[in-house]
């Protein structure tokens, strides 16, 4: 399968009020969010035409410029309207959208208050994250030696560009030893999240995740959670240590670019894909079209 690269699709793209052509969406080498990482963003699933928890996604988008001190130039409505806008536009009916908001290249320094604040929203036709032969069988994941870092070093409660620098590290040299992904720690050794998506882990017929106080709680966690709580599935949020997988039965990544996907190892822990996970992901796929 040929795969086209990002700067050279057709269509168009949202971008600071206007649709330009796809390939036109370009910023100056020197804005500020490449070299500084005042860049946040949010992915977002379209199922069927029908997006995926938008409003959920754009108020994070928002809360998360709030956080990095950026003030994004239109109202939260507007942002709302244009992206289900684009989406006509470019005719995506399973696919994904991505809204990235950036400060622009008028100052080129640590402090850049008067340089602008650049918004675009770009979507496009997408599969599933991993294969269905890997989802089958669950995935294979390995313990990076990255670990995510106290809220107090960064600001791990946004959707921030410059956070997940350590997480294609630890995905590369996942992917180069063979894995599919990387199970990430936290400052305190506690385990905390993939390299994009959180994680849940079944023990006795019970949900385990980790507490989302130095990651993002995620919204398709949010989701799975609410329905474990439905179908009567007792979840329990808090702290593990690696050695909390020795005993659990079924282990699974959440979130909106993996879905639900089964994982069947991590290093030299095993896993079944058991009922529970295949009940959550039945039910998820029926959640994705209300």
Sequence with gaps: MQIVPFDSRDGLIWMNGSYIKWNNAQHHVLSHGLHYGSCVFEGLRIYEGKIFRLNEHIKRLFKSAEILDLEIPYEFNEIISITKEITKKQNVKNGYIRPVVWRGSEMMAISAKQATTNIAIATWEW????????????IKLTVADWVRPSPKSAPTDSKAAGLYMICSLSKHKAESNGFDDALMLDYRNFIAEATGANVFFVKNNELFTPKPDCFLDGITRQTVIKIAKKKGIKVNEGHFKLNFLADCDEFFLTGTAVEITPVGAVDSYSFVIGEITKLLIKEFQKEVLL
């Excluded at 599969?127 to 669950?138: C, R």
């Design 127 to 138: 599969p599933s994250y991993f294969s269905p032969e890997g989802m089958l069988k669950g």
